[in-house]
């Protein structure tokens, strides 16, 4: 946020009102209203700063080897939309864990610009993350979108009742399976005597808990 708005400013600074309307509010196109008699130069400087902007995310992106087509700095809320990336933070309430996985919504196969869970994809949530040990029976999971950041973000709550806390011994993330783009998830397990962080993969997708 910072950089844009600090780059934001520099084009302004040396390219003016142009790059404005070209950088600025995402629905606006970058063309002017200006009339026709001198604005060549103008134009293309909007232009070639534009194309430059648009190369240097391409670049970001194509490092990460991540299938982007929008800038993903997170806006302040601890949580980068990366695709292909999920965080998944567990916690204990008493005897019951709670879990909360905050996901691109593109790590499911959906549609951002349409911001929509879609039933077959609800449909597997129940599957998505398995306790071990613990004797836990899970509540039905609950997925809301999230836009509040700027991109279209998935929170899948989670919960398990264990009749045994002590008993739980790990978390997989089988959401692998079901869902191809997701390439791994940053796990963390805060208790007030443990504090685990992993990161889950296809090929690893478990973390232990003790
Ligand atoms: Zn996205």
């Known amino acids: 946020?910072?950089?844009?708005?600090?780059?934001?400013?520099?084009?302004?600074?040396?390219?003016?009102?142009?790059?404005?309307?070209?950088?600025?509010?995402?629905?606006?196109?970058?063309?002017q209203p200006a009339p026709v008699e001198e604005p060549e130069v103008q134009a293309e400087t909007a232009e070639e700063e534009h194309t430059e902007d648009a190369d240097a995310h391409e670049g970001e992106t194509e490092a990460e080897d991540h299938d982007h087509d929008h800038d993903h700095e997170a806006s302040g809320a601890g949580v980068a939309h990366?695709?292909?990336?999920?965080?998944?933070?567990?916690?204990?309430?008493?005897?019951?864990?709670?879990?909360?996985?905050?996901?691109?919504?593109?790590?499911?196969?959906?549609?951002?610009?349409?911001?929509?869970?879609?039933?077959?994809?609800?449909?597997?949530?129940?599957?998505?993350?398995?306790?071990?040990?613990?004797?836990?029976?899970?509540?039905?999971?609950?997925?809301?979108?999230?836009?509040?950041?700027?991109h279209t973000d998935a929170h899948v709550d989670l919960a398990w009742n264990c009749a045994a806390p002590s008993g739980v011994s790990s978390v997989t993330f089988s959401g692998f399976t079901a869902f191809s783009s997701f390439e791994r998830v940053n796990a963390i397990y805060l208790t007030d005597a443990v504090q685990k962080a992993g990161e889950l993969s296809p090929s690893s997708p478990s973390l232990s808990l003790k």
Do not use: Y
Request: negative net charge; hydrophobic residues 45%.
């Open 1 to 31: 946020m910072l950089l844009s708005r600090t780059s934001v400013l520099a084009l302004v600074a040396s390219a003016g009102l142009a790059v404005l309307s070209a950088c600025g509010a995402s629905d606006t196109p970058a063309q």
């Open 82 to 150: 990366v695709h292909g990336v999920g965080d998944l933070a567990l916690s204990w309430e008493g005897s019951k864990l709670t879990g909360e996985l905050i996901s691109p919504l593109a790590n499911f196969g959906l549609s951002e610009a349409e911001g929509v869970i879609s039933d077959a994809v609800l449909a597997e949530l129940p599957g998505l993350v398995m306790i071990t040990g613990g004797n836990c029976v899970a509540e039905p999971p609950v997925a809301k979108v999230d836009k509040s950041s700027g």
